[in-house]
């Protein structure tokens, strides 16, 4: 008979998976962040820096304002101990990972004219570019010297080297060392990752065995959907691979009332790891790119919260702001805040603010603490709150209060 999981323990259990309930550290060092990084097992990237980059977040949402420079020494360098790979969309993945995507890169590689296309009718540039970065070392596109580095047509403007270099990195011919001024640094594989992770890849139907036991782990409790989302995978190699890790014990079915795909109930797994608490207590704001929220239909059957990114809604017709990030209050989302980190005046600017319905009465005084966190992170020493969103009355209020 398989098991019965309220909705509310459901919750618990995939944020304590996703390392929420823990008090935060006093000075959060190198362990903390690193404990982020393996829990999670990737942080997604992405190019909007109005109050912090993407991959930067979820480590504040769960430790508190710890210094960046530790994540840096971590991602970055042919030492760090993560590289850029597509995994859920552009990621940083522990280096150990490699190998486990190389079905994604052959997936690329025999995608046609799209990709692999390219890349036969420029070989010729292709293998330029190889002897340039075995010669030089990693380089950014704009660092490299050719003809071709023109910008030129759609694409963002990129030149044919650049083109070129996104493909490789696609199909892992090159690799992503790091990033200056958020533009990729460009290697060849052996000079950033070791031997070890360049041999025989595994399998596919291993690997993505693997890549959904560890989503097992990091989500706790999840559907077929969840699990295939969390690195981006199809679902009948994910539907082979929740069969293989039943059978072994590693995930075990279980059901959650009301969690349904149509009319029909959602067959669920529980990781035979995931704890479950009996409470979670947290205040965090989460990045659009968390993967607490990050696969919408998931965001919406834990939390019944419609979570909608509105970077590319033109701005009359924006309801919430531009970069509104979700609002954690212990085992629930209750709201978003449009954040900006003015960094010219030293303010934090809170754009907008709002709450769920049957948000806590206390909603407000348990997110200014996280507002001063992310303001002394961001090394800014006020916060503002614009006279938008219903939240944003008693957000002044209680800053008043703080600040008296």
Known sequence: MVDSVSPALARRIALAAQGFGRPLPGSPGTRQVAGVVDRLGLLQIDSVNVFE????????????????????????????????????QAAFIPRELWPLFEFRRQEFRSQGSEWGGWLVENRELADWLRAELAANGPMRASDIEHDANERRGPWWGWSDVKRTLEWMFRVGEVVCVERRRFERVYALPEQVLAPVLLGDPPAEADAVRDLVARAGAALGIATEADLADYWR???????????????????????????????????????RDARRPRRIEAAAVLSPFDPV?????????????????????????????????????????????????????????????????????????????????????????????????????ALRSELRSSAA
Do not use: C, N
């Open 53 to 88: 980059r993407s991959h930067y977040l979820p480590a504040f949402s769960r430790i508190g304002d710890y210094d960046r420079a530790l994540l840096d020494r971590l991602t970055t360098g042919r030492r760090g101990r993560m590289v850029e790979s597509w995994a859920h």
């Open 293 to 393: 929220v990050w696969f919408r239909p998931r965001t919406e059957r834990l939390f019944d919260f419609h979570y909608r990114i509105e970077i590319y809604t033109p701005e009359p017709d924006r309801k919430f702001g531009y970069y509104s990030l979700p609002v954690l209050i212990d085992d629930d989302v209750v709201g978003r805040v449009d954040l900006k980190s003015d960094r010219k005046a030293g303010v934090l600017r809170v754009q907008s603010a709002w709450s769920e319905p049957g948000a806590p009465a206390d909603t407000a005084a348990r997110l200014v603490p996280v507002l001063w966190r992310a303001a002394a992170w961001q090394g800014l020493d006020r916060i503002e709150v614009a006279d938008r969103g219903d939240l944003a009355p």
């Open 233 to 271: 995978m199809k679902r009948a190699p994910v539907r082979e691979a929740i069969r293989d890790l039943e059978d072994a014990g590693e995930l075990v079915p279980v059901e959650v009332p009301g969690w349904s795909v149509g009319a029909r109930p959602a067959p669920a797994w529980l990781h």
